[in-house]
């Protein structure tokens, strides 16, 4: 099974700032049809997890475009650009690239 | 709008059993794979089962394989999970899913299934 690693796993941030996650991946997540299924999600205090960005870069309808992914292979980075006092989440990765999904540990962005 | 409802958590003994239920709406059920993704308390993630648009093919964890059995009906729009010989382990919120460019897209509300003696 692929293990997915995030740091930090707790992010202290300033209003106005910007904030990175990196989520690495035990296997490349490379799929065999070219494309990297490598999601985030951002699950908010009381709340059920919301995907926001999907194949590591292509960004969910309503999310801001303060929130940017990259990466490839193992390599992945959540970015927030000028951080909101509505961000603060616990950020998750996610692979679907192969069988079974798994998620990794989660980053808690704090203000 | 697009929404998915669960139901049916609640307080189990050890050993006992519970069925969960996700009402789904505002989308075309019967066109996407679904899953089961459960947290612990205060505790990330952790995808349980699959099962495919049609319901032929099911995929189920190691961690829950032959103690829970994941179900649609897709005339009702509705997404079940029969979780048998539960454990103080299996405590946790259980979310519904909907699989969307093969991740998770769509999510439920959840709901807390607590197992205690």
């Known amino acids: 099974d692929i293990v997915m690693t995030q740091s930090p796993l707790s992010l202290p941030v300033t209003l106005g700032q910007s904030a990175s996650i990196s989520c690495r991946s035990s296997q490349s997540l490379l799929y065999s049809d070219g494309d990297t299924f490598l999601s985030w999600y951002q699950q908010r205090p009381g709340q059920s997890p919301r995907r926001l960005i999907y194949?590591?870069?292509n960004r969910d309808s309503g999310v801001p475009d303060r929130f940017s992914g990259s990466g490839s292979g193992t390599d992945f980075t959540l970015k927030i650009s000028r951080v909101e006092a509505d961000d603060v989440a616990v950020y998750y990765c996610m692979q679907a690239t192969q069988w079974p999904p798994s998620f990794g540990q989660g980053t808690k962005l704090e203000i | 709008e697009e929404q998915m409802v669960e139901s049916g958590g609640g307080l189990v003994k050890p050993g006992g059993s519970l069925r969960l239920s996700c009402a789904a709406s505002?989308?075309?059920?019967?066109?996407?794979?679904m899953n089961w993704v459960r947290q612990s308390p205060g505790e990330g993630l952790e995808w349980i089962a699959s099962?495919?648009?049609?319901?032929?093919?099911?995929y189920y964890a190691d961690s829950v394989k032959g103690r829970f059995t994941i179900s649609r009906d897709n005339a009702n729009a509705s997404l079940y999970l029969l979780m048998n010989s539960l454990r103080v382990e299996d405590t946790a919120v259980f979310y519904c899913?909907?699989?969307?460019?093969?991740?998770?897209?769509?999510w439920g509300q959840g709901t807390l299934v607590t197992v205690s003696s």
């Open positions: 505002g989308f075309t059920f019967n066109a996407y794979n």
């Open positions: 099962i495919s648009s049609a319901g032929g093919s099911i």
């Open positions: 194949k590591v870069s």
């Open positions: 899913a909907r699989t969307r460019h093969k991740d998770f897209d769509l």
